[in-house]
Nanobody, 126 residues
């Protein structure tokens, strides 16, 4: 059974850092393109960052470029999102997701991702 479990969220001040983790079970993370999405209050869920199965293609949404880093530990079967210089606008529930089909190209489209975690809340205060 495929399962994704996020952790690492919390309440921090603007300028601080957090590292989100997404522990996967039931499949091997380096066989699938995976991504992080977020949903702020009153807004639609949006793509944040993604990494392909080989790890050589990474996408970021413009607002997090230079501040966030996506990575993967194949031994721990875990996806990470290192978030630095956090801003008020980063407040959201963050979700990790895995693409529907293995060994396919990375996508930013939410509908291309079939497996989702339950989300972890990230709140930035001023």
């Amino acid at each position: 059974q495929v399962q994704l479990v996020e952790s690492g969220g919390g309440l921090v001040q603007a300028g601080d850092s957090l590292r989100l983790s997404c522990a996967a079970s039931g499949f091997t993370v380096n066989n699938y393109a995976m991504g992080w999405f977020r949903q702020a209050p009153g807004k639609e869920r949006e793509f944040v960052a993604g990494i392909n199965s080989r790890g050589n293609v990474i996408y970021y949404t413009d607002s997090v470029k230079g501040r966030f880093t996506i990575s993967r530990d194949n031994v721990k079967n875990t996806l990470y999102l290192q978030m630095n210089s956090l801003q008020l606008e980063d407040t959201a529930v963050y979700y990790c997701a895995a693409k529907r089909t293995p060994f396919t190209v990375l996508s930013r489209r939410e509908t291309d991702f079939a497996s989702w975690g339950q989300g972890t809340q990230v709140t930035i205060s001023s």
